[in-house]
């Protein structure tokens, strides 16, 4: 059973950066097409960005495309997220899950608790 651990947010100013990571253990995280996703209060839980398990193939929501970079490091086990230029409507808890080629929804059934980003105005 894979646990997922999001940490790495917080509070800042519009046009500032943040760097969420996403820890797992139970899985080799390096076998897996990784996804991060975000949930803003009163709304769905969406798709942010994904990576294939291959360094190099990225996929990014037009939301994001050109601001957020993910990355990941095999050998830690562990997924990034930079997200630079925030914007107020950045704010959501993000979260990081595995997902198939070119879908937009998390694979696994256990989500972890998120990290929460908020972007002031």
């Known amino acids: 059973q894979v646990q997922l651990v999001e940490s790495g947010g917080g509070l800042v100013q519009a046009g500032g950066s943040l760097r969420p990571s996403c820890a797992a253990s139970?899985?080799?995280?390096?076998?897996?097409?990784m996804a991060w996703f975000r949930q803003a209060p009163g709304k769905d839980r969406e798709f942010v960005a994904a990576?294939?398990?291959?360094?190099?193939?990225?996929t990014y929501d037009d939301s994001v495309n050109g601001r957020f970079t993910i990355s990941r490091d095999n050998g830690k086990n562990t997924v990034y997220l930079q997200m630079n230029s925030l914007k107020p409507e950045d704010t959501a808890v993000y979260y990081c899950?595995?997902?198939?080629?070119?879908?937009?929804?998390?694979?696994?059934?256990?989500w972890g608790q998120g990290t929460q980003v908020t972007v002031s105005s």
């Open positions: 990576i294939a398990w291959s360094p190099g193939s990225t």
């Open positions: 139970g899985r080799t995280l390096s076998n897996y097409r």
């Open positions: 899950n595995a997902v198939h080629p070119g879908q937009r929804v998390g694979l696994w059934r256990d």
